[in-house]
């Protein structure tokens, strides 16, 4: 038995709220529904509440529906956002549902290939330009290593002023040898 891949470009970058996104892996049907589930439910917090849903917020909510179901679920999920009190985070929730945060964090199948580079090439206080170029490489590494990893590089880069979206499709690529 192997995987199929359905879709190789498909997006898997999705918006959970304006600053707040979610990088899926696992099953695809499991991640839209959890995300879908956790937009609803920061929706109406944010109602409750009357302010913006965290980044922190949006981890949390990730964790309970993953942990709660977590028999049931294969999703890993990198949520990652800004917000006015904290600022720009990223945080994991992986398969089984716990949620960390992290200064950067890498999933899907594709991370088993990236481990050793990250540790390498990840530094605290990179500017926005050199993380750019890390994780283009990241992905692109993953791609070449991994038949089930996709075949191009979305990202979403997130700050104060909002969300950037960048595509490269696969012939766009960096090829390091």
């Excluded at 302010?51 to 942990?67: G, N």
């Excluded at 605290?124 to 992905?139: I, T, Y």
């Amino acid at each position: 038995m192997g995987t199929w891949v359905a879709n190789r470009v498909t997006d898997k970058l999705t918006p959970v709220t304006d600053s707040i996104f979610c990088c899926r892996s696992g099953s695809a049907a499991d991640t839209q529904a959890i995300t879908d589930v956790v937009k609803y439910k920061l929706n109406f917090a944010e109602i409750e509440q009357g302010r913006p849903a965290s980044v922190r917020d949006a981890a949390m909510a990730f964790k309970e529906v993953c942990y709660e179901y977590r028999d049931s679920l294969m999703a890993g999920l990198i949520v990652a956002g800004y917000d006015k009190s904290t600022g720009g985070q990223v945080w994991c929730v992986p398969i089984g549902g716990m949620a960390v945060r992290q200064p950067m964090c890498i999933g899907g199948s594709g991370s088993t290939y990236l481990y050793g580079m990250m540790d390498h090439m990840y530094k605290e206080n990179m500017s926005k330009k050199e993380c750019e170029d890390l994780v283009l490489q990241a992905v692109t590494q993953a791609i070449r290593r991994d038949r089930s990893s996709g075949g191009c590089c979305r990202m979403a880069i997130i700050t104060k002023d909002g969300v950037e979206r960048k595509l490269w499709l696969n012939n766009e690529l960096p090829i390091k040898y």
